[in-house]
């Protein structure tokens, strides 16, 4: 009765962790417009942009959050060296936002999914490993 409740806390987890990655993914606009980095240094040029959230990584390529004069957002990628836009972005006199990636919202349980569901599984074998120990690996 018990490996069954055990069971049912490890699923449980499970799906509130996958509801979770599914809630966060569903969370961006998916109305949102993609620019491409030409489109958006042409945007920056033609002043269609008002300001620029810059989401720092360590990987090379950079996401940038672009609220546009009329109201509405666009995201892009800009290369690792971005200083020819952020000169251009200066230059045309752009509200620029600077942030670490890391500090998304819910960024730590997005990355904590697989310690997560790899702790579960663990909890459940050595559960079943104490309910019957003719089952031990070595022995």
């Not at 996958?18 to 620019?35: I, M, R, T, Y």
């Not at 959230?53 to 990987?59: K, R």
């Not at 079943?128 to 022995?139: C, H, I, N, S």
């Amino acid at each position: 009765m018990k490996l069954l409740n055990a069971k049912a806390a490890i699923m449980g987890v499970i799906l509130v962790c996958v509801a979770a990655v599914l809630w966060v993914s569903a969370g961006k606009h998916p109305a949102e417009a993609k620019l491409t980095y030409s489109q958006f240094l042409a945007s920056v040029e033609s002043g269609r942009i008002s300001s620029v959230t810059i989401l720092g990584s360590n990987s090379g390529a950079v996401t940038a959050l672009c609220r546009l004069a009329d109201g509405n957002t666009a995201r892009t990628v800009l290369p690792a060296d971005y200083r020819d836009a952020l000169r251009t972005l200066q230059d045309k006199q752009v509200n620029i936002e600077i942030r670490d990636s890391s500090s998304e919202p819910l960024r730590l349980l997005v990355n904590s999914i697989p310690f997560l569901v790899l702790m579960a599984f663990w909890l459940f074998m050595m559960q079943r490993l104490r309910k019957d120990p003719r089952q031990r690996l070595l022995g």
